[in-house]
């Protein structure tokens, strides 16, 4: 059974920092790629950063620069880090994990962490 849970979510004045971290239990699947997603109020999901299996990576919009990503050695692991927070990064975050089994892909998500940008 395939879990994804998120992490670090939480309160942050403008300007500050904050590091999210979602955490794949994937049993006999491998990972293809894990990705940020978030989605604000009223508005559609939308993503934030992605890294596949070879450590490539992608970024959503202007958000390079002040959100970086990153994943652990064993693929199990991956990081949000998020500097010079703004008003609009207040949304809720979500990772997906996007694993195969034989010729089998298919996408997990977590149940998405809240991160607000208030002072």
């Known amino acids: 059974q395939v879990q994804v849970v998120e992490s670090g979510g939480g309160r942050v004045q403008p300007g500050g920092s904050l590091r999210l971290s979602c955490a794949v239990s994937?049993?006999?699947?491998?990972?293809?790629?894990m990705g940020w997603y978030r989605q604000a109020p009223g508005k559609q999901r939308e993503l934030v950063a992605r890294?596949?299996?070879?450590?490539?990576?992608q970024y959503g919009g202007s958000l390079k620069g002040r959100f970086t990503i990153s994943g652990d050695t064993t693929g199990n692991t991956v990081y949000l880090d998020m500097s010079s927070l703004r008003y609009e990064d207040t949304a809720v975050y979500y990772c997906?994990?996007?694993?195969?089994?034989?010729?089998?892909?298919?996408?997990?998500w977590g149940q998405g962490t809240q991160v607000t940008v208030s002072s």
């Open positions: 890294i596949t299996a070879d450590r490539l990576t």
């Open positions: 997906d994990a996007e694993l195969r089994w034989c010729k089998k892909e298919a996408g997990y």
């Open positions: 994937r049993g006999k699947f491998s990972v293809n790629a």
